[in-house]
């Protein structure tokens, strides 16, 4: 892109560092637009701690298009996504998953979505954060682009962390895990009893009741109930 030869990167990044506040937004937008058609990712690299403190600090458009970049920077570029990761873009972007307006929800989503493919270390601390519960309910009930993007982020949590899951502890990875299915998400039980069973029975009979539940949507009521008290699990037949 002409722009980005003729050295744009450069100053735009020093406005995100030192400009003013509407310096700093427009600034964390046009870096977003670049680095979808720019081949050298080091480029961008001193715009990460700048993003991360945007999205931590700043104003409500700068948070968006802090997230909207931060996740820009992260899609199809695994060196600059593990670094995004080791800045510690992960929990601010939770946050304001958590508790951002619409637009912003939708750019965390993004973010994150991009963050935890194809990086274990991102999607662990993406699940320890906390983001599957928010996750599932923009999933569910956010506008057309917030599903969309909830949606791809937690096929990337859930599906991939099978794997991931081996080198973590237990509880760590199972308590979100849990807390998706007492949402009633069932569109995505499967991959969540398939990533749970990656640590064996963490209760007693659960595995083969998780196995059944994702087979029968009329048995949610019933998860709920049981990852909800330390009763015995229903039986297979009963799912």
């Not at 020093?14 to 979808?36: D, H, I, P, S």
């Not at 050298?40 to 968006?64: H, N, Y």
């Not at 956010?142 to 937690?154: F, I, R, S, V, W």
């Amino acid at each position: 892109m002409e722009i980005t030869r003729e050295g744009a990167i450069t100053p735009l990044i020093e406005l995100l560092r030192a400009g003013t506040a509407m310096q700093k937004q427009r600034a964390a937008f046009a870096l977003g637009n670049l680095v979808c058609d720019n081949d050298t990712p080091e480029d961008f690299d001193e715009a990460i701690l700048p993003l991360v403190e945007l999205v931590r600090m700043g104003s409500d458009t700068q948070k968006e298009d802090a997230a909207y970049t931060l996740g820009n920077l992260a899609a199809n570029n695994d060196d600059r996504r593990a670094e995004i990761g080791r800045k510690g873009a992960i929990a601010p972007l939770v946050a304001l998953l958590e508790t951002g307006n619409g637009d912003q929800k939708q750019w965390a989503a993004f973010a994150l979505r991009c963050l935890a493919h194809n990086n274990d270390s991102n999607r662990m601390i993406i699940i320890e954060e906390g983001a599957i519960a928010p996750l599932a309910v923009l999933k569910e009930e956010g506008t057309d682009a917030q599903k969309e993007q909830a949606t791809h982020a937690l096929n990337y949590l859930v599906s991939e962390s099978e794997e991931s899951v081996k080198t973590s502890t237990a509880e760590g990875i199972v308590t979100p895990l849990m807390e998706y299915m007492r949402a009633g998400v069932i569109s995505q039980n499967a991959n969540v009893a398939a990533a749970i069973n990656t640590f064996g029975a963490v209760r007693e009979g659960i595995i083969p009741f998780f196995h059944k539940l994702t087979q029968n949507q009329l048995a949610s009521a019933q998860i709920t109930t049981y990852l909800t008290t330390e009763n015995t699990p229903p039986s297979v037949a009963d799912a």
